[in-house]
């Protein structure tokens, strides 16, 4: 029996076990969202942007591992879902995109809202395509979620005219996928694994450099397992923390920018750096001449491109990490690793990670405290200097996780990934750290904590300026402050009040001038299990993040 395009898609979402949508309505999408409305077995989640609807989907995302599914009209309505789109892409987030398009005979004729959206999307997402043909509708559907899902996952874009919604076709929709040239791998090459081993074995300064790809994979329990094996200590990036839990002996830190002293000498001098769903990107490597450089380096990751793309490595292995790992712990045995675990500890004494001025309100302090107040929790950040003191000081373990925007480092991103994050795990706290240029960014999805029940705790660090950038201009550019100043003068009033504007939605703001304050209101909020709260840190300007490398130079010249 024939069903219309409409109703396949709906059974396709089920099939895949969707339980969620994020949608923005629009004329081109409305039958979409009319047979979804009329299903009713799917939830369906109405944001207040469609930029931050694609964060949100992306809190969803990282939070269940599961791909997350968005659905926005055709022209502005997907062309606002690029940044989105380009984030998920660039930390491998696995969504599926459904955009409205006119329909077939109307696409090229600059017909009202038409835009070509899959060539606006071409380089910022793993796969896009056009329905073309109903009866390619449930083939189409199906590779989108697998592509989204396997590999290296990413975001997929489907756009999906409008005539095709209502047209009559197969109901049918596939178990199977076999897409030509597209075979994800799904083995590891037992003998450069063999090889990457023997290397480590055998070192005397070994390394572990854990990347992003191990919370993806959520290879987190087999990493931790390998290491407690092997005796090997352990270094992040930013997106890789919490690959083992931060306060066991093995684990150091972060390296890179704005990665601990200790950290970065240790890759300057280890003799071996096996690394694992790492890119090598600059962040991490600054001078390329400069890192690692007395270092044997394996590369363990699961797209084939990124090896040796920016560090050319000595044994490259293409796997998922736990597959890779699962092998690795067959093997493992410890390596004599005290005296080099000694010598770091040594340089992490003389050059400690902590503010330099660890005096009032700091956001340490901050950090700290939601590290006690919170043993499990999901806590997102947006991009900036709170982001980089949520990489220095949270505790991250089992219970409790970072999301935060690695790649494209994307102002904006840490609420609305906090509302996707609680309306997936509704009875795990959520936390977002922000700062009050960001925030601005996509404070409007107040509305849909509010309204979609997804109460998260905000911690809002005001320091009146685009900080990151003020730090730059304090340290390289003779203190002259253009355009990061987020007020008139430095008289003038804050605009806007974040308490009164936090009492418009209804949720309780909270105002935090002093140290003594800082416990007292997070334990409040944590309490708050009903609604939002919004704790507003006022911090001082001044306050930079430390370490730093300036972009370029070797990450061993730290500005301590």
Not at 445 to 452: D, G, K, Q, R, Y
Request: glycine letters at 8%; aromatic letters at 8%; charged letters at 20%.
């Amino acid at each position: 029996m024939d069903i219309t395009g409409r109703k396949l898609f709906v059974k396709a979402l089920k099939s895949e076990g969707v339980d969620t949508v994020f949608a923005y309505p629009g004329g081109v999408v409305t039958d979409l969202l009319d047979e979804l409305g009329k299903d009713g077995t799917i939830r369906i989640v109405l944001p207040r942007h469609e930029q931050a609807l694609i964060h949100e989907a992306e809190g969803y995302a990282r939070a269940t591992g599961k791909t997350a599914v968005c659905i926005v009209t055709s022209g502005p309505g997907a062309t606002n879902t690029v940044t989105g789109l380009t984030d998920a892409f660039l930390d491998s987030i696995p969504l599926v995109c459904f955009t409205g398009q006119v329909s077939l005979p109307l696409i090229g004729n600059d017909a009202f809202q038409e835009v070509d959206t899959i060539g606006v999307t071409r380089n910022i997402t793993k796969y896009g395509t056009t329905i073309r043909n109903r009866e390619s509708l449930g083939r189409v559907i199906r590779e989108a979620f697998y592509i989204a899902s396997t590999g290296k996952p990413g975001p997929v874009i489907i756009d999906f005219p409008k005539d095709m919604q209502v047209a009559n076709g197969d109901a049918d929709y596939p178990s199977k996928v076999d897409i030509r040239g597209y075979k994800p791998n799904e083995g590891v090459h037992v003998g450069q694994l063999k090889k990457a081993w023997k290397m480590l074995k055998n070192a005397k300064k070994p390394i572990i450099l854990a990347g992003g790809g191990i919370n993806i994979a959520r290879a987190n329990e087999k990493l931790f397992a390998f290491v407690k094996k092997t005796n090997v200590p352990v270094i992040t990036t930013v997106m890789g923390k919490g690959s083992i839990p931060t306060d066991h002996e093995l684990y150091l830190g972060n390296a890179g920018m704005h990665g601990s002293y200790a950290c970065n000498l240790a890759i300057k001098e280890c003799d071996v750096l096996f690394s694992l769903g790492t890119r090598f990107n600059d962040r991490i490597t600054g001078d390329l001449e400069e890192f690692a450089p007395n270092a044997s380096i394996v590369h363990i990751d699961i797209d084939s491109a990124s090896i040796s793309r920016n560090v050319v490595v000595d044994i490259p292995v293409v796997a998922d990490a736990n597959v890779a790992l699962d092998k690795l712990n067959e093997w493992a045995a410890g390596i004599d690793t005290k005296e080099w675990i000694d010598t770091i500890r040594q340089w992490d004494e003389k050059y400690p990670m902590k503010m330099p001025h660890d005096v009032g309100l700091t956001p340490q302090v901050i950090m700290k405290t939601i590290n006690e107040v919170f043993p499990e929790a999901f806590i997102t950040t947006d991009v900036g200097q709170h982001q980089m003191w949520a990489s220095q000081f949270l505790e991250l373990n089992e219970k409790k996780h970072m999301i935060t925007s690695g790649g494209l480092g994307t102002m904006g991103f840490g609420f609305p990934a906090a509302v996707g994050a609680k309306i997936a795990l509704p009875d795990t706290p959520v936390i977002c750290v922000t700062g009050d240029g960001s925030f601005q960014m996509n404070m409007q999805e107040m509305a849909t904590s509010v309204i979609e029940g997804a109460p998260v705790v905000i911690c809002l660090l005001n320091n009146e300026n685009l900080g990151m950038v003020r730090q730059m201009q304090n340290l390289f550019y003779g203190k002259r402050y253009v355009a990061t100043s987020l007020k008139k003068d430095p008289e003038a009033e804050y605009v806007p009040d974040f308490m009164k504007w936090a009492d418009s939605y209804g949720i309780e703001g909270i105002r935090v001038t002093t140290r003594e304050e800082v416990l007292p209101a997070i334990q409040k909020a944590a309490a708050n299990k009903d609604t939002t709260t919004l704790i507003e840190f006022i911090i001082d300007p001044d306050e930079i993040v430390l370490p730093m490398v300036k972009g370029g130079d070797s990450t061993s010249d730290m500005i301590l």
